[in-house]
């Protein structure tokens, strides 16, 4: 079941998400936590280096798996998804790099999607999976297509999404073709689910997701209507568009 939660402002729907984060790790400081990459959650990993430096959290005994990563660039590229753990958060906060996970992008594809597939359930699941969403509705790299994944698996990325990320790329030839990511089996496995959106972009992905019980593997996102924790946190802006009333 979903529960759409409406913020003034995307700060204030970063704030609300970071506070989420910080009360589970002071409830439980052994947590382990499904992380996010894109343009989307990144003021919210700010709150959390801010709140770890004013010594409101504690990262130190707290885990992480990330929900996926580019094929075919290393993690040192600045592209990468552990790259970008690093520098928007990892680098910034007291966290033990030795407990978080990135799937590696280079080498055996199958043999890293197996690791990756192993990490979503070593030591337990997430206690609180954090999403991003795609303006076609993917989650993580699960794009919209006739048939989804249930586990770990190398998605070939679409149009859409190739395009949409071009933008952190100096050219769009550079953006990565395949990508290594969770299944929606791995994701739906999270205790919780808490996924931020915004921008109009989002609008017909947030929509159907939010406005009506249809679930389709066309808007992966849908599949979190099958969640009995899934939270979803979008601005009134967002809202507007979408024609969500509450
Ligand atoms: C990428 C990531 C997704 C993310 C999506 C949206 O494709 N694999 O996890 O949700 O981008 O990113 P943004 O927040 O930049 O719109």
Redesign the pocket.
């Known amino acids: 079941m979903i529960q759409v939660v409406v913020t003034e402002s995307y700060d204030a729907s970063c704030a609300y998400v970071a506070d989420m984060i910080c009360k589970l790790v002071n409830e439980k400081p052994a947590c382990k936590l499904g992380l ?6 990144v003021p919210m990993y700010k709150k959390l280096i801010e709140a770890n430096k004013a010594g409101k959290v504690d990262f130190s005994a707290v885990h992480t798996v990330n ?2 990563e580019y094929c075919g660039i290393p993690g040192t590229h600045d592209q990468s998804y552990r790259y970008f753990m690093d520098t928007n958060l990892f680098d910034h906060i007291n966290i033990d790099k030795a407990n978080t996970y990135v799937a590696q992008g280079m080498g055996d594809a199958e043999a890293n999607a197996a690791e990756l597939e192993a990490k979503v359930y070593e030591g337990g699941v997430a206690d609180l999976q954090l ?5 076609n509705g ?4 699960n794009e919209a297509s006739d048939t989804l994944h249930a586990t770990a698996h190398i998605e070939k990325l679409t149009e859409s ?1 190739i395009n ?2 071009a933008r952190f790329f100096e050219r769009k030839e550079d953006v990565p073709t395949t ?1 290594i ?1 969770m299944g929606m089996g791995d994701i739906l496995a999270a205790k919780c689910v808490v996924l931020i959106a915004t ?1 109009l ?2 609008t017909d992905a947030i929509r159907g997701l939010v406005m009506s019980d249809e679930i389709t593997t066309h808007n992966p996102s849908t599949m979190l209507k099958m969640h009995p924790n899934a939270v979803v946190v979008i601005d009134k802006e967002l809202a507007d568009a979408v024609g969500y009333k509450g």
């Open positions: 996010a990459t894109g343009g989307t959650p929900l996926d999403l991003g969403i795609g303006n993917h989650i993580a790299f999404t949409a990320n990508a990511t921008g972009a989002k």
